[in-house]
């Protein structure tokens, strides 16, 4: 066979290690692309006189766009023959990358479980994005349900990985360059609230919602080059037990932080990604909306420029989000699909 029909649970192997075909050079072409798709209003990732004032070279590519193309590169090897993306964990966003950056991705297998109806499995991976000159920019681990090819098959060995409950804030220290507070300005980035304005326990409702079209979620994934079957194949999806396409999780996940915009607008950069759990399926037509807790304020060794703000932000689908709607008993609320747990940095 010439073509790829992709990777069934038995495919994988515990320790195997897996390069990522494609490398990718992610231009300003592809931020405003994700900008259209998106509307992040971030002032760091937006203008880069903003930027460079502030501390950085130039306005760096924005982190949740980093992340989706790193993870692009592993659909194919990792998840094109998955029923869905479960969670993740051990996230951490390593160094700025700015436009004209070539991205790729390796993968490493560190945990396979079968599941009990023996026609899928569990496959964990770590994921690292590297830049050209072959410095890790990203981090992070997965688990995502696969098929199996054959009932009947056999792994060699299983394993659960003991994934970490949240990155510590130390390790989000070197993150970013050295940045100059003094300098940002607060009235262009649209929000005068900084690191000391909020604590723990705190709620936000974003107000804002954003219904999803179908050509969208369609253009955002191919932006990525994910290449998963769930979001393209209308015809296969016909005999799935939602009949129809789900919309690539990422794509959930940068939704619900543009619109967090409104209530978070300083928190300009994502540093660490803790947790975080598709609830429930999108599909297109569906309106989505958010809300945050913040979870915990640090400070970070060494940096007197910003603060780590520790976000749980929840995003629904045709619900606004006034009444916080959460965890329901041993469910959530039928309306609630993403339950994200991340470190977010602020300037104090």
Known sequence: ????????????????????????????????????????????????????????????LDDLLVFHVVFGKTVPDISLNAVANLGYAEGRFLRPVYPGETLNSVSEVIGLKESSNRQTGVVYVRSTGYDSAGEAVLSYCRWVLV????????????????????????????????????????????????????????????VDGMTVEEAEHQIATRLFQNTAKVHFDGYAAKDTRFGKRLIYGGHVISLARGLSFNGLGNAFAIAGINAGRHVAPLFAGDTVYAWSEVLAVADLPGRSDVGALRLRTVATKNQPCGAHPDKAGEGYDPAVILDLDYWALMPR
């Open 147 to 206: 098929r199996k090819r054959d009932p009947e098959a056999r792994i060699e060995a299983e394993a659960v990985p003991s994934l970490a409950k949240a990155v510590a804030p130390e390790d989000l220290a070197a993150a970013l360059p050295p940045l100059k507070p003094e300098a940002y300005d607060a009235g262009l980035a649209g929000s005068p609230h900084r690191f000391g304005d909020y604590a723990a326990g705190e709620r936000i409702d974003h």
């Open 1 to 60: 066979m010439k073509t790829n029909p992709g990777r069934f649970f038995e495919d994988f192997r515990l320790g195997e290690t897996i390069r990522h075909a494609t490398p990718r050079t992610v231009t300003s072409g592809d931020v405003a692309l994700y900008t259209a798709l998106y509307g992040p209003r971030f002032a760091v990732q937006s203008s880069d006189a903003f930027a460079a004032a502030f501390g950085y070279d130039r306005a760096p």
